[in-house]
């Protein structure tokens, strides 16, 4: 019954059918069935307005950026600029240029654990990051270990798939200077309790990086109300194209970090005995940007906000909601992670059927999902699993499509 509200009112919040129709790869068919795309986690599904903004960059307004004086360059120019200012409102950052442009969230982190590293960690200071992260905000960490002699503690993960603030006090020490960690679980779905860690954390003078690879694309997230100190994320989980994403962090900090890269566009000036650098963000966008992509990444904001991030979120939760009750009326399923307080990636285990023939057999009924240890094997090691099978919903999914999986895993259960 709460299934059928959750779903009912969700279905008023969102025009579900005219949002997919805006997403051509959504129409096709797979082993000649309709595409059930559910592994949203690891990239979406682009919008017509963002193809679009891609081809018209390329087929109108192609020049470098910062560099000239002609229309050209001028209209790339305001095109990039404009972007970074869109994603800078999504976010609510306090001005645009503390938003950098990366590739995504893997090279905001190796970013900030370089340059954060390099002008704020000594020998024996600590990071803390959680059991559930993604690699992409633990081996930037390692990597940086080798150079400084830094700590990198692991905050355990609960039974339940949460992390506890108790275990956060007792790993943090005097030596604790940031606490990276994830603000959706890729693996779990789990909702991290982000102000209260930021509130810990400040109080022990501690700077928060927050990787919001999963969290941007499905709720509302703002930066000046998180209070966090970094925030990374990528385009391509948000109907924007791969290949770009952000790096936000505080005018103040920004202005300490060394860059992580030097050439092109980051310097002041340079003379044969050394640089000076250039003012956030160029400081940190050495070389030819990814243009286009900046463009598309803007255009998918404007997309998501046209149709409102908190109907968005809201509609999520209740097909997520509906999900979740669905599947567990599959015999011999499990889920991990909380059931309550999270988003819609769901990993689970089904009795007897190996997570990889799973998401074959499910292929050829033309619905794609994820299978591997999500570039989280942390986390697999302590659920104990090598491997989960992993649906993942965006706002473009239907009650019908989740119908659909759950009957098709009963369909797998009896197969095999
Ligand atoms: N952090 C989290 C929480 C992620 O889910 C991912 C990608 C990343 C970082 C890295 O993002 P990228 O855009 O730089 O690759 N997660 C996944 C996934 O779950 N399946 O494929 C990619």
Redesign the pocket.
């Known amino acids: 019954m709460i299934r059928e509200k959750g779903i009912v009112s969700s279905m008023e919040l969102l025009d579900v059918e005219k949002i997919r129709a805006d997403f051509p790869a959504l129409h096709q068919q797979v082993h000649g069935r309709p595409l059930v795309y559910l592994d949203n ?3 979406t599904q682009k919008p017509l307005a963002v193809l679009e903004a891609l081809q018209n960059y390329y087929r109108r307004d192609n020049a470098n950026v910062h560099r000239g004086l002609h229309t050209l360059a001028e209209r790339a120019t305001e095109g990039f600029e404009k972007a970074r200012e869109t994603v800078a409102r999504f976010i609510n950052a306090p001005q645009s240029r503390e938003v950098i442009f990366t ?5 905001s ?1 190796n970013m900030l654990a370089h340059s954060y590293g390099h002008s704020f960690l000594k020998d024996d200071d600590e990071v803390i990051v959680s059991e559930m992260e ?1 690699h ?2 633990i081996v930037p960490w390692f990597l940086l270990r080798d150079r400084i002699k830094i700590k990198v503690r692991f905050w355990p993960v609960e039974k339940d798939g949460r992390l506890g603030l108790e275990k956060l006090r007792k790993l943090i020490s005097p030596r604790t200077r940031l606490i990276s960690v ?1 603000h ?4 779990l779905g789990t909702h991290n309790p982000l102000r209260e860690i930021v509130k810990i954390a400040h109080e022990h003078g501690i700077h928060v990086s927050v ?1 919001g ?2 969290s941007v694309p499905s709720m509302p997230v703002d930066v000046r109300e998180l209070g966090c100190d970094f925030l990374a994320f ?1 385009a ?2 948000m109907g924007g194209p791969t290949g770009i ?1 952000a790096l936000w962090g505080k005018a103040e900090l920004l202005n300490k970090m060394t860059p992580y890269m030097g050439g092109g566009e980051m310097i002041a000036h340079v003379t044969t005995s050394g640089a000076s650098w250039a003012e956030i963000p160029h400081k940190f966008e050495a070389g030819t940007p990814n243009i286009a992509g900046a463009i598309g990444f803007g255009a998918a904001v404007r997309y998501i906000e046209g149709i409102g991030m908190s109907k968005i979120h809201d509609y999520e939760q209740a097909l997520t909601a509906a999900l979740l009750e669905k599947m567990h009326t599959v015999e011999g399923l499990t889920i991990y992670g909380p059931l309550q307080n999270r988003g819609p990636a769901v990993s689970f285990k089904l009795e007897g059927v190996h997570p990889f023939d799973l998401t074959q057999f499910l292929d050829q009924l033309g619905i794609a999902i ?1 299978v591997g240890h ?2 989280a094997e942390p986390l697999m090691n302590a659920l104990g699993v090598s491997a989960t099978t992993r649906v993942s919903l965006y706002y473009y999914n239907t009650p019908d499509e989740t119908d659909y999986f759950v009957d098709a895993l009963k369909r797998a259960r009896d197969f095999f």
Do not use: F, W
């Open positions: 986690a690891a990239t590739r995504g969230t893997t090279e982190l993604h992409s905000n994830s959706m679980s890729n693996v990787d690879a999963q990528s391509h989980k994403g994820r999500h570039c």
